[in-house]
């Protein structure tokens, strides 16, 4: 655990309640994947930092490494990993994801 | 060996799905940083297992991901799963019907 990534991931999910590590930024995402995340971010206007990874490749494998987790985007709430694409476009559906905002004491739009 | 064939074979022995359905979705992504030509970029992974009975969602596609790693690391660039157990397929087709 001696990557100095490390200490700058866990200082963007100790300081924002939702942060999304993406593939270029909230207004222009540069991958379909991340694009489709903050699509869902911004359908319940939740607040959210985009850190985008595509401008420092020590991040970009950082997080991979700090999540156990190799694929990008990358959802974090309160400092929990929730998941990536896939997992938040299900929980989105099913209502889980609100269901986890209501939990975390998140603000959101019905 | 196709990637998809490497695929079905390491997830098949290491999970015993009753079911897995795999897709190459790369020509969807033509033109963007990850496609190649020739595909087997992108694929989408429905898997069901009772390797996932008691695990969540980032469970489940850990041990997808931890054995697909090699490929991860290599030819696939994106890898998108739906790792369900044979109990939440049965729910979810009687929903679809």
């Known amino acids: 655990m001696t990557n100095p990534v490390f200490e700058r991931i866990q200082k963007d999910i100790d300081e924002n309640e939702v942060v999304l590590f993406m593939k270029g930024t909230p207004q222009f995402p540069q991958c379909g994947f991340s694009s489709a995340v903050a699509q869902i971010l911004d359908y319940f206007q939740v607040p959210y930092k985009g850190v985008d990874v595509l401008q420092d490749p020590s991040l970009r494998e950082g997080i991979k490494e700090f999540s156990q987790w190799p694929t990008i985007p990358q959802l974090y709430v309160k400092g929990e990993f929730i998941g990536g694409c896939d997992i938040v476009r299900e929980m989105a559906e099913s209502g889980e994801l609100t269901q986890l905002f209501d939990e975390k004491g998140i603000q959101y739009a019905a | ?97």
């Open chain 2, 1 to 97: 060996m196709k990637v998809a064939d490497t695929i079905r074979r390491k997830l098949t022995e290491a999970l015993s799905p009753v079911a897995l359905h795999i897709v190459d979705d790369s020509d969807k992504h033509r033109g963007h940083a990850g496609y190649r030509e020739g595909g087997e970029s992108h694929f989408t992974v429905t898997i069901v297992s009772t390797a996932f009975e008691g695990d969540n969602r980032v469970a489940r596609q850990r041990k997808v991901y931890t054995i697909l790693a090699e490929e991860l690391a290599g030819p696939v660039h994106a890898l998108s799963v739906f790792a369900l157990t044979p109990a939440e397929a049965r729910s979810q087709e009687k929903r679809q019907q």
